[in-house]
Nanobody, 123 residues
Framework: EVHLVESGGGSVQAGGSLRLACVAS????????MGWFRQTPGKERERVAA???????YYIDAVKGRFAISKDNAKNTLYLQMNNLEFEDSAMYYC?????????????????WGQGTQVTVSS
């Protein structure tokens, strides 16, 4: 079993920055692939960024060049540095993990989820 706890959300003006963190505990084998998802009310949850077992990073087009995902394996912590935030980035952000890459990024059905952290960007 894996426990994921996010932090770092908040309110910021457009153009500002936030850094999200996700601390993982439990069976770290299941945290070999990790990522960030987001969801706004009335919309489907969408993937944002992920990092695989080999450290390769993936982003959706909407955040490329603005967001950076990283992972500190020694601390079992996943980060998402978000720069030049836009109003459309406002959402609940969730950390997720799965030992199977397909489930995490392609199918977007990772087995482990955090409770979420709210990001609000004012225009």
């Amino acid at each position: 079993e894996v426990h994921l706890v996010e932090s770092g959300g908040g309110s910021v003006q457009a153009g500002g920055s936030l850094r999200l963190a996700c601390v993982a505990s439990g069976d770290t084998y299941d945290t070999s692939n990790m990522g960030w998802f987001r969801q706004t009310p009335g919309k489907e949850r969408e993937r944002v960024a992920a990092i695989d077992t080999d450290g390769r990073k993936y982003y959706i087009d909407a955040v490329k060049g603005r967001f950076a995902i990283s992972k500190d394996n020694a601390k079992n912590t996943l980060y998402l540095q978000m720069n030049n935030l836009e109003f459309e980035d406002s959402a609940m952000y969730y950390c997720a993990a799965d030992s199977r890459w397909f489930h995490l990024w392609d199918a977007e059905v990772p087995i482990w989820w955090g409770q979420g952290t709210q990001v609000t960007v004012s225009s």
